[in-house]
Structures are given as C-alpha cells and as structure tokens.
T-cell receptor
Framework: EDQVTQSPEALRLQEGESSSLNCSYTVSGLRGLFWYRQDPGKGPEFLFTLYSAGEEKEKERLKATLTKKESFLHITAPKPEDSATYLCAETSNFGNEKLTFGTGTRLTIIP | DAGVIQSPRHEVTEMGQEVTLRCKPISGHNSLFWYRQTMMRGLELLIYFNNNVPIDDSGMPEDRFSAKMPNASFSTLKIQPSEPRDSAVYFC????????????????FGDGTRLSIL
C-alpha cells in the first residue's frame, strides 16, 4: 500500500528564518509528487507537481525538490502569510488519478 | 472564474438522519473527487468519477455512503443513516483528465462541508 509520511508535524519559525519540510514516500513506481497548501477553513490549494528525481520547481519563497525516496519543500525567508498546512501527495498510476496524501506539516511563521 | 462550489458549508444533524452533500465542479473539468479529512487520518479519497462514471470507490467506508454524478456539473455524496464517526470535513475536487498520459493535471478543491453528527 502506498504511504506518504510528512515531517515535522508542526514547525514554528521566526519571520525570515528559512527551513525545509520533508515528504517521504514508499511507492515503488512514483508517477507524480504533488505539494498543496491548505489554509484554515479552506480546501487545499495546488502548488507544484514533480515527476522525476532531480526535478525542482519554484514559486516565490517556495522551492520543491524530488529525490528517489523523498521530496522537500524549502521555504526561504518566510513571511507570516506563508503560515499554513502543507500537504504532499503521490500517485503511482498512469491512467488513474488517485492521490495518496500525507497528513501535512503545520507551518507557523512568527512576525 | 468560479472554483469548485460545495454546499452546505456546515451541516449539523442527529445520528440516523440522511445527509446529502453537493458539489459543482469547475466548468470543463471531467474528473471529480470526493475526499474526507479528519485529524486522525488526514485527507482520504472516498470515490472519484471520470466523465460522470465512477472509476474508483475503494475508499467508500461502508454501504451507508453513496455518491452520484448525474451530469458533468453536479455530484452528490449521501450518507444514510449517519453516525457520529462520520463527522469530518468533506471536500470535493475536480480536474481535467488528460487520458492517462504522463502529465497529471492538478486537482482543484472546494472549501469543504464541515459535517457534525450528534
């Protein structure tokens, strides 16, 4: 059974303090690794898709990277508005859109 | 553009009652997903449709749960009878399926229905 594990469960950073969130997966034939952001009371909002080891994607202060066993979401000089829960998800299927989500990292940026 | 629209946003009902959650996907999207989110289990896929046809319902917990998609712009998730352990936030998402190619289109989520069964 596909499994996605995220760490840490929660992270508190000072504004401007860079860090990384981890997402490890056990699926043997990864087809896609997704990062989403979720604000309280809202649905997840799509950030990135990564397909192969070595791939990187960037958006503002966020950069996602992928290895053969895990993905990292790097946050550079975060601001309070970056506070949210960050979810990763994987799919191992072509022709099937089923995603397996991790339980997320709750990120708090302190002004 | 309008995103995925879910209704109601909140539902509080008593155990044993029928609950119907509704979803309007993004226009032009041909895949629709129902998820349940709890603190303990996170976000779990219940069922998904492609071109209004159910493709994978392996996440539907019991026969008390049923989902329909009568047309491309509407879907329902029904729980009958409801139980306290069904309390959760239920999300609907949609995407534009590209026929099994390498590129996976992102799923776009609604803001969910917070369901409380007393």
């Amino acid at each position: 059974e596909d499994q996605v594990t995220q760490s840490p469960e929660a992270l508190r950073l000072q504004e401007g303090e860079s860090s990384s969130l981890n997402c490890s997966y056990t699926v043997s034939g990864l087809r896609g690794l997704f990062w989403y952001r979720q604000d309280p009371g809202k649905g997840p909002e799509f950030l990135f898709t990564l397909y192969s080891a070595g791939e990187e994607k960037e958006k503002e202060r966020l950069k996602a990277t992928l290895t053969k066993k895990e993905s990292f979401l790097h946050i550079t000089a975060p601001k309070p508005e970056d506070s949210a829960t960050y979810l990763c998800a994987e799919t191992s299927n072509f022709g099937n859109e089923k995603l397996t989500f991790g339980t997320g990292t709750r990120l708090t940026i302190i002004p | 553009d309008a995103g995925v629209i879910q209704s109601p946003r909140h539902e509080v009902t008593e155990m044993g009652q029928e609950v119907t959650l509704r979803c309007k996907p993004i226009s032009g999207h041909n895949s629709l997903f129902w998820y349940r989110q709890t603190m303990m289990r996170g976000l779990e896929l219940l069922i998904y449709f492609n071109n209004n046809v159910p493709i994978d319902d392996s996440g539907m917990p019991e026969d008390r749960f049923s989902a329909k998609m009568p047309n491309a712009s509407f879907s329902t998730l029904k729980i009958q009878p409801s139980e306290p352990r069904d309390s959760a936030v239920y999300f609907c998402a949609s995407s534009s399926w590209t026929g099994g190619g390498r590129v996976h289109q992102p799923q776009h989520f609604g803001d969910g229905t917070r369901l409380s069964i007393l």
